[in-house]
């Protein structure tokens, strides 16, 4: 129920700039209300009577007069109300009005208050009507439950407030909801909850005035019209006008050029591939190639040939994930020449057997360096910047941080005099392109390289530093044992912690969701 | 990465004249990943690489740092090692199962407090986790020496011996250990292969250890302990010496007397321990500079040697580099190096402007390819999702592509359920995405890339492929066969034929091989109400997929050329 009055008449002040504005972007529904509503100047009319004359449809009036009341062109006077009856075929006809906590009240007045034999009493339809009839008993204070059985409150001798309301409503056959006090609202909100006893009817009851801006636009508009040279007016340029030639001699209505419209469906590429290829063209511009490789790999080359023992805890079950078949299945190897000189280099080093059968099974691979490792094996590039940017693998638990199938992106530069210092330049400017100016560079360790550092940079976004990517000089007993002359720089690390900060996002799991809402939302440039 | 705990008191006592706040800022030039500072308890958690078990205590931290700070620079020395008579005799019946046992005595006037206890269990733990590789290559056992009789005897015994195992009251047999102990469940599996186990004896026969499991209870380590006795097992000696060395320097830190001890064996002889003898290795100054891209004195290099706690000697062209027993992570001259650039301060190094070589970077023909088709795909409406190449064998049931001719590769241990096969089809991956966006806009038209993978002669085989859905309520075989078309003309500017052939997954007589010229490169077709109802979509999907990887061949397209 609501009993608004819209604002009233317009700021004088602004009216002309507002009539100049409005009368641009009214529509044919608005100019029809509006020439209902100026000739009957300071009366009201009703929603039906509006209906009636303008021949508009029930519709197409709500929403006009929205806009017109939006733009102060019309004042709204809101009477609706709501009428409450008693149900036609309420059951509380059929027992005098009786509401089931009295009933219950009279039985146990008979006598009967153990609860089993309540139910059974002939006054009671169902149990169903027996528990309503102890809540609310118990809610009007009438009655007090101990075990099994019901006693009597002396509240039970008055009439409980819904059975004022129904009192009521029985005398006078229906009540406004606005005349209701405070105590019988309550009721009513109980009644009308409960089945089978209220009815209730919204009755409309709205009025609508022109207001003096209104009436303003309205004489402007109608010059408008007349002052046209006895042109016909058209909404919109049709292709027989052009063809006919008819346009000469017509004049268009002022659309509404500045209403929202809907967007339109589109196709998109993902915004983590997007990403990607930004990152690329990054690199292809520092001179780096894209070289591509398999997701599955032998141990090996996964992790013998990067002088991973094969004992070493990396390799197990918990953090790798290794292949299975019903069929038979081996990955396979390199030629014997680079399997000896790496077995060597791990039981020269290591002090263990090594065992080829370790470097047969399939995994999938834990990170881009065998890729990497089999380019440089295979090409034996003098100098080469390649680079590649895919998928890897790790078993672990999903969570916000954590996927079981990232990508990794991951760069290397070979040359004769390639050394620590250029390493760190390259990942200076390979960060300043991405937009990061503040790094430090810290010392670490990773199996295959030597020396090794990590680089953490700062992100104002988050006001904090970051750990990013990993680097170093592939270990001499890398290359040497693979025919690597010489020294070759490397780095790289996870590439869903650029995405996440570049996509603003705390669960790394959103990449992969496919949301299409989140997919058709992410803005295509970067802002 | 296993953590240590250092004491903010213990870092500001023994650099009195350096700031707190630096001191730690510098951890990380060490090597060190700051996990925290915890205020209350005055302590900050740092996580050390596995190549550095050194540093699994305060102390060996602290000893890093009095170098990087200049307040005790060079090689650190265990002055006189004590002679002793103290011996192992080792029997022969080890020598399949866990031939070698080393040892040496620490003693000290006053007793072990809980801190100290503490630290050296959590580095025994670090060590038999890193460099004993889960004990399985060697293990540690840390006693009272003044419960032990010497000499002692190292040999083995079969599963019914008993004694009192560390922490219990009662005898258990050895076999009992292996199933009811935790440690036994743990670690059993290594010396499960024998009928015998390995067992150190004292002279009297009181239980000192059964390595790699447990100790006795007789030999444990209390705040009532000032002289121990530390034993490593091994497989390689050389494993076995490098722990005694990491243990020799923390405890002489810890203010103790280090004494020798002696192991006769019938597989090596006499060897004596511990064995701290540095490495000596020669390494040419170029070789450093070199790599580092610094332009270093040998003077400069020797002092950064210093300050990373080895030290140089000038021999002109070279520097012969000495290096502390316990640094095991030093092995090779580029080893060398990476201390001389931690001496010199990684902080230190500017940049290099990027090599004056010409190179010109290109993208993978195959980024190229796919980028075109995106580029058609997404002009005709289509949205790009990307799923995982790892998928549940539930979305391949529903999807009726269950392998049945055992060419599904699987997953072996995965943690979580969803992830337990590699898929053969891109389509179950984008039906799971259409049933993920029930509540979006229709029609969805969706596109991925991505590979797919099935066994041939034994190996994996992993072909690139591209796959396309089309649902809305009057989805059908026409309008994506018309996508289909679109691509491959607008795109290769070629025709496909699509010979009629039914599929489990497409509705029979709604379904199509896709050929180009004449070979098969894909299929098309209706999805079948049964998959729909899998998925629990409400609406219709037709679908597309082609093998990029055959297209690519037949059209060869990796010969492509702009001119």
């Keep these: ?527 | 990465m296993p953590v240590v705990k250092v004491r903010l008191s213990s870092l500001s006592n023994s650099f009195p004249n350096i700031q707190l706040t630096e001191i730690i800022e510098k951890l990380p030039y060490i090597g060190l990943d700051i996990e925290g500072i915890d205020e209350k308890d005055e302590i900050v958690r740092v996580e050390f690489n596995p190549n550095r078990p050194d540093f699994a205590s305060e102390n060996g931290i602290l000893r890093a740092l009095r170098g990087l700070f200049e307040i005790e620079t060079g090689l650190p020395i265990i002055k006189n090692i004590e002679e002793s008579s103290y011996l192992i005799n080792v029997d022969k019946t080890v020598a399949e199962i866990r031939p070698i046992i080393y040892g040496f005595v620490a003693k000290r006037e006053n007793y072990l407090d809980e801190y100290e206890i503490s630290q050296l269990i959590s580095m025994q733990e670090d060590l038999h986790n890193g460099v004993g590789r889960k004990r399985k290559k060697a293990s540690i056992g840390i006693h009272d020496l003044d419960h032990i009789v010497f000499p002692l005897e190292y040999t083995t015994v079969s599963k019914d011996f008993s004694f009192i195992p560390l922490d219990k009251q009662s005898e258990f047999t050895i076999e009992n250990i292996l199933n009811d102990l935790d440690t036994g469940k743990d670690y059993g599996y290594i010396v499960n292969n024998y009928d015998k186990f390995p067992l150190l004896f004292d002279s009297q026969k009181n239980v000192i250890s059964l390595p790699p499991i447990i100790n006795g209870d007789m030999t444990k380590i209390t705040t009532n302990t000032k002289n121990l006795l530390i034993e490593v097992t091994s497989t390689a000696t050389k494993s076995a010496h490098d722990i005694l060395s990491i243990l020799s320097f923390e405890l002489h830190d810890m203010g103790f007397k280090i004494y020798y001890m002696r192991s006769y064996s019938p597989f090596e002889g006499m060897i004596k321990a511990p064995s701290l003898n540095p490495l000596k290795m020669i390494v040419p100054v170029d070789y450093i500079n070199k790599i580092l891209g610094l332009d270093l004195s040998n003077e400069d290099i020797i002092k950064y040697l210093q300050k990373s706690r080895c030290s140089g000697k000038n021999m002109d062209n070279d520097i012969e580099c000495i290096v502390p027993s316990y640094r095991i992570d030093i092995f090779n001259p580029i080893d060398i190096s990476e201390e001389v650039a931690i001496g010199y301060g990684i902080y230190r190094f500017n940049t290099s402007s990027p090599p004056a070589l010409y190179f010109s970077g290109k993208k993978h023909i195959n980024s190229k390819i796919f980028n075109n088709i995106r580029e058609i795909l997404i002009g005709l409406g289509y949205i790009e999702i990307i799923n995982t190449n790892i998928i549940s064998r539930k979305i391949l049931d529903d999807f009726f592509l269950k392998e049945k001719n055992n060419n599904l590769v699987g997953i072996g241990d995965s943690k979580n359920s969803e992830f337990e096969v590699l898929r053969n089809s891109l389509i179950p991956s984008i039906m799971s995405t259409l049933a993920k966006n029930i509540h979006e806009k229709y029609p969805q038209k969706l596109f991925e890339i991505g590979k797919t993978f099935q066994i041939q002669n034994s190996e994996v085989k992993e072909e690139w492929f591209l796959g396309a859905t089309i649902a809305h309520n009057n989805a059908d075989y026409t309008q994506i066969k018309s996508v289909l078309e679109s691509l491959i003309r607008y795109c290769f500017n070629k025709d496909i034929n699509t010979p009629g052939f039914n599929f489990e997954y497409y509705i029979n007589g709604h379904s199509a091989k896709i050929l180009l010229n004449e070979i098969e490169i894909g299929n098309i077709g209706e999805i079948h109400p049964q998959v729909l109802d899998n998925f629990k979509l409400r609406t219709l999907v037709s679908a597309f997929q082609i093998n990029l990887d055959s297209l690519i061949k037949i059209l060869n397209l990796t010969k492509m050329k702009y001119l």
């Design chain 1, 1 to 527: 129920m609501s009993k608004n009055v819209s604002n009233d008449k317009s700021d004088p002040e602004s009216a002309n700039d507002l009539i100049s504005k409005s009368i641009v972007s009214l529509h044919p529904i608005e100019k029809r209300i509006l020439s209902i509503l100026y000739p009957l100047k300071e009366k009201w009319i009703t929603d039906n009577q509006l209906i009636k004359e303008s021949g508009l449809s029930i519709d197409q009036i709500r929403r006009g007069i929205e806009w017109l009341k939006f733009k102060n062109l019309i004042l709204i006077e809101d009477k609706s109300d709501v009428k409450i009856y008693l149900k036609n075929k309420s059951t509380l006809k059929n027992n005098g009005f009786v509401l089931p906590e009295r009933k219950l009240v009279n039985c146990i007045k008979k006598g009967n208050n153990n609860i089993a034999d309540i139910i059974k009493d002939i006054e009671f339809d169902n149990n169903k009507e027996v528990f309503a009839a102890i809540k609310f008993g118990k809610n009007n204070n009438w009655i007090n439950v101990e075990n099994n059985s019901i006693f009597l409150l002396p509240e039970s001798e008055f009439l409980s407030n819904e059975e004022k309301l129904l009192e009521k409503l029985i005398k006078s056959d229906s009540l406004l909801l606005s005349n209701l006090n405070n105590s019988e609202n309550t009721s009513f909100e109980i009644l009308k909850k409960r089945p089978n006893i209220l009815d209730i009817k919204k009755i409309t009851n709205k009025k609508y005035i022109i207001t003096n801006l209104g009436i303003s636009i309205f004489d402007k508009l109608s010059t408008d019209t007349v002052s046209d040279n006895g042109k016909d007016i058209e909404r919109k340029l049709a292709v027989e006008h052009l063809i006919n030639d008819g346009w000469r001699n017509l004049k268009f209505e002022q659309i509404d050029v500045e209403a929202p419209l809907p967007l339109l469906a589109y196709g998109k590429k993902n915004p983590l591939i997007d990403f990607i290829d930004e990152v690329k063209e990054i690199l292809i511009g520092m001179g780096f190639s894209e070289i591509d490789g398999n997701l599955t790999q032998s141990s090996f080359w996964n992790f013998d040939a990067l002088f991973i023992p094969q004992d070493h805890s990396a390799r197990d079950m918990q953090d790798t994930f290794y292949l299975t078949s019903a069929k038979t299945l081996a990955a396979p190897l390199p030629d014997t020449d680079i399997l000896k000189s790496v077995s060597q280099i791990h039981e020269n080093n290591w002090h263990y057997k090594w065992n080829i059968s370790e470097s047969k099974p399939y995994v999938l691979r834990t990170h881009t360096t065998p890729v990497t490792i089999q380019y440089l094996v295979k090409e034996k590039p003098d100098e080469d910047k390649v680079f590649l940017i895919g998928r890897v693998f790790r078993n672990e638990k999903v969570s916000f941080k954590h996927l079981v199938e990232f990508h990794q992106i991951e760069g290397i530069f070979t040359s004769k005099n390639a050394n620590l210092r250029q390493l760190i330049g390259i990942q200076t400017e390979f960060y300043n392109k991405l937009g990061i100016k503040k790094i430090k560079f810290w010392p670490t360790f990773f199996p295959y390289t030597e020396p090794s550092l990590q680089s953490m940079v700062y992100n104002d976004k988050f006001d904090k530093w970051i750990e990013l990517f990993g680097m170093g000089i592939f270990r001499p007993e890398v290359t040497l044992s693979l025919g690597i002359k010489n020294p070759v720089l490397a780095w790289g690390g996870g590439f869903e912690r650029l995405a996440m900060l570049r996509f603003d996002l705390d669960d790394i799991r959103e990449l992969y969701y496919n949301n299409l809402s989140w997919l058709k939302g992410v803005p295509k440039c970067l802002l």
